[in-house]
């Protein structure tokens, strides 16, 4: 616990490229050793503590490795000339713009090009070269690959099956189940059915009313034969040898949550384009999933390969494994969000706070058509749905750092009689059972800046040359002492001006400041307030409605109160001691 962070980001990235014998012996070197197993063709020694972690329950683990099949029944396709094959990008003939551009918001990309090229088409291998070494177990559990939809373009839909069902080993495929998620299109009914009829594998079920991502996929899970659920959207194509390096992971540790690198179908030409390597998926506040490349230096100081593992804080959310049972021990999805957005961050904050790992796996590639608006409607408003679906996760999941979420902008959302949030009873007793916020950002992701306050220390006034003091209650000025806690605030991301439990509040224009309770529902509490890196040192503004109102300092400095802003004042510029950066 002591140590730096420097040296928890050295000891967390060799989990990267942690070697499998490494791993297992680690695991608990007290558990008396039951059989050997060989690995990446070096012998390794397998305890019980693994039987008691894997996935598939056996007695003994089967010996057998083989290396990944690269099954590909796409590799002489039926038409080599077809436009789009082999992922190359497609043109729209000059006399057929109109009509492309008119299909665009069919899908929020280019349906017409989708529909004129293969729907099993070819697509490159973009796996690392040292992936071809690499070796999957003989006896890897079964899966069942989750699409839901929601009017998904047709030939996208076929393309995202025929991907799987061409590229994957089929005793590893227990079923293909398409969640149908309400959809209206015609073609998404009767038509669906008898395509699918010709695939055994493939179930079908139909939501009665719309349910959203969340629950249509929890929907297939409940039906699923599989051991491992596999998710994925239903406009992507999965590449070479993608299934066995993602079943691996979760034989090898249950715990692991596996994800392909999702590269690129272009929106504008379908084609399939290679992604940099060594992507994490991250957050940014407030709560917003982004990708972040691991640095160099991290990558040469461990010799991490492009074929390794990659620890990812946050999954992106529509690609991954994950061992079935698992997934329920761990209390699924919130049911409670709905339509789209969030869940990507709760199960990944639930994943790595409850005991397991989200891993992105170089040799699994799974493409996606990444679109710039939903080509769907909302029930409700969109950014309204997002956002409750976000505070749910936020008060669930952040601790004390849910402040950062609500203070990066979400101020509205902390008024609950504006938006309802639901009812949380659940998640939050499950959420007891798992290690702290704090554990996960030192531990997961220690390079995200997330300072609690956004200022503190002495609040000093450059026209009168003192500061800020609770005496008995309420404010005054003293001589500058910062060996006295009366004169310690914090400026918070909830924008409170605030010395333990009390804040400063203000009252309207020209009357006395008060002190009162810290509440985050009341907007008279909060002041704008900008850190003292931009040129000038900011004002303290009130934000209490209608006026913006500045703290001004009596010239005397024995007084002070709201007056109209004026940008030069020195009376009405206010400095902590120490601003974070965040
Ligand atoms: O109401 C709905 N019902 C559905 O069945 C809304 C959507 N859906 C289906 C939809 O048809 C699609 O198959 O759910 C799937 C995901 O919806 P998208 O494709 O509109 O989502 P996205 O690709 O824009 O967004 C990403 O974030 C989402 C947050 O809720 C989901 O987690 C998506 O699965 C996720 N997609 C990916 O991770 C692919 C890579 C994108 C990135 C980064
Ligand atoms: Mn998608």
Known sequence: DSKTKEEVLDSLEPGIQESFIKYKVAVDPTVKPVKKDVLNGKEVVVNIKDKQINAVDKDVRNTGVHKVLSLDMTQAPRDANAIGQFGQAAMVPSDKEQEARNRWNEGHFNVYLSDQIPVDRAIPDTRPNTCSESVVHDDLPT???IFCFVDEVWSTLLRSV??????SPPHLIKEIILVDDFSTKEYLKDHLDVYMSQFPKVRIVRLQE?????????AGATIAKGDVLTFLDSHIECNVGWLEPLLERVYMDRRKVACPVIEVISDKDMSYVLVDNFQRGVFKWPLVFWWSRLS?????KNHIKDSDPIRCPIMAGGLFSI????????????????VWGGENMEISFKIWMCGGEIEIIPCSRVGHIFRAANPYKFP????KTVERNLARVAEVWLDEYKDLFYGHGYYHLLDRSVIDIGNLT????????CKSFKWYLDNVYPDMVAPLVKAE?????????????LQKGSLAFERCDLSKLSQHFNYTWMRHVRQKDVCVTAQGKGSRLAMQPCDNTKPQLRWLHKDSNSALVEHLVTELAPQRLCLEAGALGDSMQLKECEPTSPYQKWQFTHYHTG
């Open 426 to 433: 659940d998640q939050i007793e499950f959420r007891k059972k």
């Open 323 to 338: 061992d079935k049972k698992y997934f329920y021990e761990l209390g699924s999805y919130d049911p409670g969000l709905d």
């Open 162 to 167: 025929h991907s799987v069902l061409n590229r």
């Open 380 to 383: 409700k408003d969109r950014q």
């Open 296 to 300: 160099e230096d991290i990558i040469k």
């Open 143 to 145: 899966t069942s690959v």
């Open 210 to 218: 719309r349910q959203g991502l969340i629950r249509a996929r929890l």
């Open 457 to 469: 220390g002495l609040v000093f006034n450059r026209g009168v040359r003192k500061c800020l003091a």
